[in-house]
Nanobody, 120 residues
């Protein structure tokens, strides 16, 4: 299968920066897209940013101009650079991949989540 492992979450003051990383491993034939979702307490999980094969990206309106997604395809890794963080960015951030596994074909994979807390 495909496993996703995130790192980089933590506590940061408003206006600060954090960089999240997510590495995919396992029986991977290809990865079509990788990105990040987040879920704040009491809210539904929402798309933050996603990067697709070919280089196209999409961002939530709330993070445009502040967050940047990038991929290292050779390492099956995706990054999320988060700048100018706001308290409303506080959430558990989940890595996501739409990948093709050697064993089972196309699948959706999720990481275990990493907590980002923006507070003074």
């Amino acid at each position: 299968q495909v496993q996703l492992v995130e790192s980089g979450g933590g506590l940061v003051q408003p206006g600060g920066s954090l960089r999240l990383s997510c590495a995919a491993s396992g029986s991977i034939f290809s990865i079509n897209s990788m990105g990040w979702f987040r879920q704040a307490p009491g809210k539904e999980r929402e798309l933050v940013a996603i990067g697709r094969d070919g280089g196209s990206t999409d961002y939530a309106d709330s993070v445009k101009g502040r967050f940047t997604i990038s991929r290292d395809n050779a390492k099956n890794t995706v990054y999320l650079q988060m700048n100018s963080l706001k308290p409303e960015d506080t959430a558990v951030y989940y890595c996501y991949a739409y990948a093709r596994s050697f064993a089972t074909g196309y699948l959706n994979a999720w990481g275990q989540g990493t907590l980002v807390t923006v507070s003074s």
